[in-house]
């Protein structure tokens, strides 16, 4: 048997050139973007904007090397602006170069900042990889220079390809004589990751006795039990974990949710999905019960944002014991499913008459703004008045729930508007 390399099978498989590239065909097949720009040899500055292990690092790769000029890569992880600026320096000596920057949603607003001035002037050409929506991770300046594309996660048939091309062209697995019996398992664990799958494929051949040749189910489910990390961040995982850890959130159970978030710490998950996720459990599971929970929630992602790994594990820890033994209410959240579905139904009703805006002379001479009543000219700066368009008037879409805050709102309410809409 041929000696396994050390480099991993994914990186000995990593194509060099689009024909030999899998999946996305969106933007690599014929005539589409990918494949047009490197037919003319025109290069500009892109995002690639999907999940892990479908081929961002590899098309970045591929086009620098159709391109045929200096290539760079930082990786957002371990590079600042002082990485960038030295990239930028040898690019202007060379006349222009591509810089390729994996994970940029993790470079701050400064980080980003500093590679302005080198896009605008065509100094580098930026390819940037990101698994986090762009529009909320990348500055707008930056997000305005770029084509953002969205690489699909790969189907069964293209990661099944993918292991195919590998039993046959890598030297090593040629040697093993190795067939795949059963896709199951490889499939599901690989979590539509290729690079993960080809790690995985490697992982359980080199676990086998010589004389087993065929890749089963059970072979794989054994291989990963004994040598594989409990905690994927980028696979299935990664969704279960922060799964487990909302409805631990939700179900005021703030042991099990300091666990799963030790879970994700200790995984290398990134501290602001997780903040951001509890900033939306803030407002959907908690609301008016507690209003203070999105004051606490955002305040700890922009902590996080500023301060990082390891101390804010503590502030993410304050703000998720905080959430779990928070009151409980998703009255906000079905109101605005409520009144989403309601204005489906109905389409676009006209505005009364008495709350319209009345700027001009001809708006008033046409009854705009007639009748309205400004609430603090009453006592309790409060007036019945109708706000709703008339098909729909008193209809109830907010529902305050059963918590002392939300019943101390209904009781409000109740008051200023006694019988109309049933509080």
């Known amino acids: ?124 050409t930026l390819i940037g990889a990101t698994t986090e929506n762009p529009s909320f991770e990348v500055i707008g300046a930056l997000l305005s220079r770029c084509q953002v594309y969205v690489l699909q996660p790969l189907s069964e048939d293209e990661l099944k390809q993918m292991v195919l091309q590998a039993i046959e062209k890598d030297t090593w697995l040629q040697s093993t004589g190795v067939v795949v019996q059963d896709w199951d398992a490889l499939l599901q664990l690989s979590g539509g990751d290729g690079r993960r799958l080809l790690n995985l494929l490697e992982l359980v051949v080199s676990s086998m006795p010589e004389d087993q040749k065929q890749i089963t189910n059970e072979i794989v489910q054994d291989v990963v039990q004994r040598k594989m990390a409990l905690y994927d961040k980028t696979g299935e995982q990664h969704y279960d974990i922060i799964s487990a850890f909302i409805k631990s959130l939700r179900g005021s159970d703030p042991n099990a949710a300091v666990y799963w978030l030790a879970r994700m710490i200790e995984g290398g998950e990134d501290p602001k999905f997780i903040a951001r996720r509890m900033v939306i459990l803030a407002s959907e599971d908690i609301g008016n019960a507690n209003p203070n929970a999105l004051l606490l929630a955002t305040t700890t992602f ?89 098909k729909i008037s008193g209809t109830k879409l907010y529902d305050p729930g059963n918590n002392a805050s939300e019943s101390r709102l209904r009781d409000y309410l109740r008051q200023c508007w006694k019988d109309k809409y049933g509080y």
């Open 1 to 124: 048997m041929t000696a396994k390399s050390q480099i991993p099978l994914a990186e000995r498989m990593r194509p060099l050139v689009l024909e030999d590239f899998i999946g996305q065909q969106h933007l690599v097949g014929k005539g589409k973007v990918l494949e047009q720009m490197i037919h003319h040899r025109k290069a500009y500055s892109i995002l690639f904007w999907g999940p892990p292990g479908v081929g961002k690092t590899t098309l970045a790769q591929i086009i620098a090397h159709a391109m045929d000029i200096p290539f760079f890569t930082l990786s957002a992880i371990d590079s600042g602006v002082k990485e960038v600026r030295n990239v930028i320096e040898m690019a202007r000596k060379a006349g222009h170069a591509l810089l390729f920057i994996d994970e940029i949603h993790r470079f701050n607003k400064a980080q980003q900042d500093s590679l302005l001035g080198a896009v605008e002037k065509g100094i580098i």
């Open 302 to 390: 922009q902590a996080v944002e500023l301060i990082g790994y390891p101390e804010c594990r503590i502030i993410l820890s304050q703000c998720a014991t905080y959430l779990a033994s928070s009151a409980k209410s998703n009255a906000s959240y079905m109101a605005i499913n409520k009144a989403q579905s309601l204005v489906s139904q109905t389409g676009d009703l006209p505005v009364p008459l008495a709350i319209r805006n009345a700027p001009t002379n001809l708006m008033k001479k046409m009854d705009y703004g007639k009748g309205y009543q400004y609430a603090h000219d009453h006592p309790g700066n409060f007036v019945q008045q109708e706000f709703l368009p008339e």
